[in-house]
Every structure is written in C-alpha cells, then in structure tokens.
C-alpha cells in the first residue's frame, strides 16, 4: 500500500524517471542491501541523467542541424590542415559563452558545415542553444517576416539562441584570398 502511494505521488509530481528506477528497484534483489540514502541517491541521479539527456535532445532538435556530426567523429587525419589542439579547445565552447563568433572558410566539399555543426554539437552539450540555417533561407525569411510584420518577433527568436549557425553556398562563404 505503501509503494504504491509512493508511485503514485512520484507520478503526480511528474518524476517519471524515479519512479521506473523506483519500480526497477523493487524487482531486483540487488538493491536490497543499500542503504535508504545510497537508493535515494542513486533515484535522484537517475531522474537528472534521464532530464538532462530529454534536454540535450530537444536542443539538438530544436537547432535543426544539417549534419549529425560530434567532434569526436571528426577525422583529423586527412589532411585539410585542421589543428587538432584548436578544434578541440572550440570544443569546449568558450567562444559561445564570451559571444564571439567563428567563421569557418575553405573551398567547396572540405567539411565546412560538418565542422560548424559539430561544434554547435558540443557547444549544446556544453548547454548553450544553437539554430542552424542556410543563408539564402534565411534571408527569405527575412523578407517574408518584414512583409508580414513579423520582423521583430524573429529577429528576438534568433537573439535569444546562443549560437546562429549560417551556412552558404561555396560562392560566397567559401571564397578564400590567396
């Protein structure tokens, strides 16, 4: 009667994570020989894991990257002269939490966009928000949302995301001066 007045007030309190680690702990005998602390702790870590890893995914939905790419996919063997010190330092995301901003050339089909998406992939491990757009979509919907009085509100939408994403065809963002 007990466990089940614990449940259900787990679930009303919305902890649904707790309340399958609570249930898996009563199945298995394994648990049996904890302590109420060391339960309730290992509780409360699975609840925060499951609630950080619902975040995590939701902000990498949300930031609608092209690419699924993680910096830990990134090969640094081929030789497109990446400094393996330095992607991993941008890693870290120190530029996202100071506002500065990185700016990735090269010529067409050396992984632009995959580097830029796999950073802004650590970046939201790292906590921040990210949006990813081409800049010809972008800058229709830029157009549109001025024609139709919706200029301010989006421009707030993108201001309010830790790190804009822009990627452009290789005529304009990829033109290097030799």
Known sequence: MLFNATIDGLKALRLDAMTAALAE??????????GFDE????????????????RLQRHLKTARLRVP???EDIDFRHPR??????ILDLARA???ASHRAIVITEPTGTGKTYLACALAHAAIRN?????????PRMLDDLAIARGDGRLA????AWARTSILVISETSAI?????S
């Open 94 to 96: 120190h530029w996202a």
């Open 25 to 34: 702990q009563n199945e298995q005998a394994t648990y049996t020989g904890l």
């Open 69 to 71: 790419a993680t910096v």
């Open 173 to 177: 963002v990829c033109a290097r001066r």
């Open 39 to 54: 339960r309730l702790g290992l509780l409360v870590d699975h609840e925060l894991t499951v609630r950080s890893d619902r």
């Open 153 to 156: 509100r989006l421009l707030a």
């Open 81 to 86: 002269g990446l400094d393996k010190a330095q």
């Open 127 to 135: 906590g921040h928000t990210a949006l990813y757009h081409r800049a």
